[in-house]
């Protein structure tokens, strides 16, 4: 009961108990205060009693006051009885009120909390569609990402590709030029075997005619006599051609040009012709190869 209030149907159910008590404590003392005023006049028929009995006078005086007072008492539990009467239906009207208030109250809340649950869900519903939207857009960007990077590998392939071919295009178009490197080589190789040499070209072009130039310049500071005769239509071939009449019959100085050609990076494969003099070879300086790789290649000699 700790805590309630004073329109609490339990706090008026209690108070009317105890006042109902306090009554019947008040009517029991009563009745038998009377019950023991009458069974001493029916014993010693006269007053006063005391002096026989030898109580105390304000004991007897309690007692003969309380049994004059009996009507009153009477009175007074009739209207305490309709006091908790009154209070018990009282209470428990307000009781049943209360009870049907907060039965209204849970309903309303079990409504509310219904409401709230439906509100949840639909948050939770529009959540997961989004969540599914988001995963579905991050499924299309990565394979937009992809299809992307895929693009851009290919696009990196055919630059990888078109400079391929550019350098390969440049390549050809770029003119024979001998370093100073492979001058020095060619030099020093011939240095030890010097001999005499003509060089021709298979046609009549600028970049074949510099070129045998070159190797003109390049032969004679080895301490050769080399010189650049008119173009020939007999030999057709690529790079520097070694034109000898048979294997036997070569001359030990084509061999020697031939591998100092070959170290200093000159591609000079050897060619047997019937048409050039026993003991004799030439040098014809054939089309650019243009970087490519060429089979049969000689290996220079150390």
Not at 75 to 80: A, P, R
Not at 106 to 118: I, T
Request: with cysteine; proline share 3%; charged share 25%.
């Amino acid at each position: 009961m700790s805590g309630a209030s004073w329109n609490s149907p339990e706090l008026i159910t209690w108070t009317a108990y105890a006042i109902a008590g306090l009554l019947g404590l008040l009517a029991l003392l009563s009745a038998l205060a009377s019950a023991w005023e009458k069974w001493l006049e029916r014993r010693y028929k006269y007053w006063p009693v005391e002096r026989y009995l030898g109580v105390d006078t304000r004991l007897w005086r309690f007692i003969r006051a309380h049994s004059k007072a009996l009507p009153y008492l009477t009175v007074i539990m009739t209207l305490g009885a309709l006091v908790v009467l009154f209070l018990s239906v009282w209470g428990s009207e307000l009781k049943g009120k209360l009870g049907e208030a907060r039965i209204l109250e849970l309903e309303v809340s079990n409504e509310e909390l219904h409401l709230e649950n439906r509100a949840v869900k639909t948050r939770l519903a529009a959540v997961q569609d989004d969540i599914e939207a988001a995963e579905a857009h991050a499924e299309a960007a990565k394979a937009e990402r992809d299809a992307a990077q895929q693009v851009a590998e290919r696009a990196r392939l055919a630059a990888l590709e078109a400079r391929r071919e550019r350098e390969k295009l440049e390549a050809k178009l770029k003119p024979r030029v001998l370093t100073d490197e492979q001058r020095q080589v060619i030099a020093n190789r011939l240095q030890s075997t010097p001999g005499t040499i003509q060089i021709v070209r298979t046609v009549n072009n600028t970049e074949q005619f510099n070129f045998a130039l070159q190797l003109r310049e390049a032969i004679a500071a080895g301490g050769w006599k080399a010189s650049v005769g008119g173009t020939t239509f007999v030999y057709r071939g690529i790079g520097v051609m070694i034109i000898v009449n048979s294997k036997d019959q070569a001359p030990r100085s084509a061999a020697y040009l031939q591998n100092a050609l070959t170290c200093a990076g000159v591609y000079a494969p050897g060619l047997i012709s019937s048409k050039q003099d026993p003991g004799t070879f030439k040098v014809v300086v054939g089309d650019n190869p243009y970087g490519q790789l060429l089979e049969n290649r000689p290996t220079c000699r150390q």
